[in-house]
């Protein structure tokens, strides 16, 4: 059986206070964005989490990479981060998720208003397809 790491990390984006959770399972890892607005206590943070936990919305699950390895001297691990942002650019996996999750929403809102634009440009045709037929029916 895989080991299930969550993180919960609440912090200020102005204006309002925002909780990222994280969780990592059997290699995949998921992050969801939590809005709370003014400064939450932990009470409020844990009673939030017990009632409103079924009702996150994780992001599409990406691989996740293993945490745990060999001690790596300090310097080098500093020339190894600083070669990665400079190659991915600024976020934490979480960050990058939560982008993801966006540009999925993006792409779903998208389809969603040319359906609609579809659908009334239809029903607009119709009406004026009946409107004609109605306006020569007695000549």
């Not at 994280?22 to 992050?31: F, K, L, N, T, V």
């Not at 607005?37 to 017990?50: H, N, Q, R, S, T």
């Not at 001297?73 to 990665?84: A, D, G």
């Not at 540009?103 to 809102?109: A, T």
Request: with cysteine; net charge positive; proline share 3%.
């Amino acid at each position: 059986m895989g080991t299930v790491l969550t993180r919960l990390t609440v912090f200020f984006e102005d204006p309002f206070w925002v909780g990222v959770y994280e969780r990592e399972e059997s290699g995949r890892y998921e992050a969801c964005k939590i809005t709370f607005g003014a400064e939450p206590k932990d009470y409020e943070v844990y009673a939030f989490m017990l009632k409103n936990f079924t009702r996150l919305q994780f992001s599409p699950s990406i691989a996740a990479a293993d945490t745990f390895g060999k001690a790596v001297n300090p310097k080098r691990l500093q020339r190894e981060i600083k070669n990665t942002l400079q190659q991915s650019g600024v976020g934490t996996k979480a960050q990058q998720a939560l982008k993801l999750m966006q540009e999925q929403d993006k792409l779903e809102r998208k389809t969603r208003s040319r359906d609609q634009r579809e659908e009334e440009k239809a029903l607009r045709f119709s009406q004026k397809q009946q409107k004609r037929k109605e306006k020569h029916r007695g000549h």
